[in-house]
Each structure stands twice: as structure tokens, then as C-alpha cells.
């Protein structure tokens, strides 16, 4: 480790912490300790980027993507941080059609075999609580990378991270969260850390889009104020977060229910004009319309700084879960 990198990762504890061996599969493991922990630790790989672009904490451990569904940033993200802690990956990225899954490999048995090579699996499947089923046939830690409309838990970390960068703090906000809240994996996760904290919940979408009863009870057990409605135009002026989803084709079994709902949501240049001069957009991306490019110049569009958020908070966790 160079004498610059070693200075601008001092303070950082080594091969333990309440992560170490830990797998990451939902939000519910972390408490606001913990997520000051893991934010502490990102904005120390953040200075090391800035700094000097990369480290070798992670030299000699190995890190296994497994993607059953597409993926640019999430996997992108995680490939750039193990590689700039000075690890390794096996990317299994671009499809698993080019693996032993098209030949009929069971997820078990993939888990067993790739963790002969790895020290940290990251996982991506279509099916909620695969990464749990992937876990408990691992002996080196698994991070869920997405399980079907379930959880995305470290997507809803950088989220959380990307609003305490912007805004300063988490407390009194009032965030709200449009579009596809029903199969939004990272509306779930998101919804379930902040109930931790003191804020005000928007949830904008159409009926049949709705977010799951199951977290809507949990927001009014947490005594959380809650309101739905169909209207952006309903919570646009009051948001301090305004959390943007676009509505996922792939979810939809009907393609006629999902052309019903396209479309219903779009911030313009005109939606903007009614928010709060201090105020963020987030989206985790990719967008399909839900958000119009005349808005990316706007000094309150988040969603790309958004992205850059997820390598400081991946690599975080990735040096946290291997001990280092």
C-alpha cells in the first residue's frame, strides 16, 4: 500500500466489524449504526478515488458476479469497485445462457462450484429469495445484487448515501416515490431503510402499481406520515426527494396491462418549474421517458451522481464483508 493511500485510508478497521462473513440479502440487517458504518466507510473510498483512483486492500480475494438478469450499473459498479481495492473478478455478466445454467445447472450447484474460485459472490436472479437459497449453499459471503421484484439492498444503501450527500441529512425529509412501486424492487428496499428515520413517505402511482400492503402497514406501524396518490402534481411543490421509477415491461405477463400504465408519469423542464429550488431527482436508472433529458442539466438531477454513489458504497461493503 502506498504511503498516499495508506493516509487516506487511516482509521479503517481491519479483518473484522459486524459485517465480516456476513452475507447481504435485504435492508432488515441494517440499523442506523450500522448504515453509519458502511456510509463512513464509503466516503473514505470515495477520498481514495478522488485521491488516487485505486488501492489494494483487496488485493489477492476474488469477486464472482452472477447475473441471471441484465445489469449495467449494478454490475458495473461492483466489478469497478472490487478492481479499484486492488481485487479480482469472474463476470458472469453478460448472460447466464453462456454458462452451465443453460445447461440445466441448478442455482445450488452453480453456487458451490463458483465459490471453489471466490471469495465474495454477488447475485442477480429473477426470483425473490434466490439470493437467500444462494446463501445457505455458500461458504464465502453472498451480496444480493436483486431477487425479482423482492429487494435490491445495496441499491437502497447508495440511495440512502445519495440523499445524505445531497441534502445533509435524512430527518424531516419528505421523499417521494413514483412510478412502479409494486415490482420496484429498490422502492421496497429504499421504503424499508427509511422507516428508520423521521420522514414524511409520498407513494405516486396507479392502482395497480400500487406498493405491496405488506410495506404500506409496516410505513403506518413506523409511525411514518403516509399518503398515496395518482397525481405527481399532488407532491411535487412539498418533496425534498423526488424518487423517480420507470414502469418495468419484464414484470408485466400481459403486455396490454403494461401499455395501460406506460407513460403516466414524465419530469419535464414544467414539473421542475413547480419544485423546490432545493430539492433532489433520483432514479436508479435506466430511464425510459420517466424523466425527460432536458432535465439533466438541472443542478437538482441526482440520478448520475446517483451512480457514481454506488462504487463508494459497494466497495464499502465489499472490504466489510471480507474483513478488511
Do not use: W
Request: with cysteine.
Amino acid at each position: 500500500m502506498s504511503e498516499r493511500t495508506q493516509k487516506v485510508e487511516t482509521g479503517l478497521e481491519g479483518h473484522s466489524g459486524p459485517l465480516a462473513g456476513a452475507d447481504i440479502l435485504s435492508v432488515d440487517q441494517f440499523d442506523c449504526d450500522l448504515l453509519d458504518a458502511v456510509f463512513e466507510r464509503a466516503d473514505i473510498f470515495r477520498q481514495l478515488v478522488e485521491a488516487v483512483g485505486t488501492g489494494d486492500r483487496l488485493a489477492g480475494y476474488v469477486l464472482t458476479c452472477l447475473f441471471y438478469e441484465p445489469s449495467t450499473r449494478t454490475s458495473s459498479s461492483f466489478l469497478a469497485a472490487m478492481q479499484r481495492l486492488g481485487g479480482r473478478v469472474i463476470p458472469i455478466t453478460q448472460g447466464v445462457q453462456f454458462s452451465s445454467v443453460s445447461k440445466g445447472e441448478s442455482l445450488p450447484d452453480t453456487i458451490r462450484t463458483l465459490e471453489q474460485y471466490s471469495d465474495v459472490i454477488v447475485l442477480r436472479h429473477p426470483e425473490v429469495g434466490a439470493a437467500r437459497v444462494a446463501a445457505e449453499y455458500s461458504s464465502v459471503p453472498v451480496i444480493n445484487a436483486g431477487d425479482g421484484p423482492g429487494e435490491h439492498p445495496t441499491q437502497a444503501l447508495l440511495d440512502l448515501y445519495t440523499i445524505q450527500q445531497e441534502l445533509g441529512r435524512i430527518d424531516g425529509l419528505k421523499i417521494a416515490m413514483v412510478g412502479d412501486l409494486r415490482y420496484g424492487r429498490t422502492v421496497h428496499s429504499l421504503t424499508k431503510l427509511l422507516l428508520q428515520y423521521d420522514v414524511s413517505l409520498r407513494f405516486v402511482s396507479p392502482d395497480s402499481l400500487r406498493l405491496p400492503m405488506v410495506l404500506r402497514n409496516k410505513a403506518e406501524d413506523a409511525g411514518l406520515k403516509l399518503r398515496e396518490t395518482h397525481d405527481l402534481s399532488d407532491v411535487i411543490e412539498n418533496a425534498d426527494v423526488l424518487y423517480v421509477t420507470r414502469i418495468q415491461r419484464e414484470r408485466f405477463a400481459d403486455p396490454k396491462h403494461y401499455d395501460e400504465v406506460k407513460g403516466l408519469y414524465t419530469v419535464d423542464r414544467k414539473v421542475m418549474s413547480r419544485a423546490k429550488e432545493r430539492m433532489v431527482v433520483m432514479h436508479p436508472l435506466p430511464r425510459v421517458g420517466e424523466i425527460a433529458p432536458e432535465v439533466d442539466g438541472d443542478p437538482r438531477a441526482a440520478y448520475f451522481r446517483q451512480a457514481r454513489n454506488g462504487v463508494y458504497v459497494r466497495m464499502a461493503l465489499l472490504a466489510m464483508v471480507l474483513g478488511q
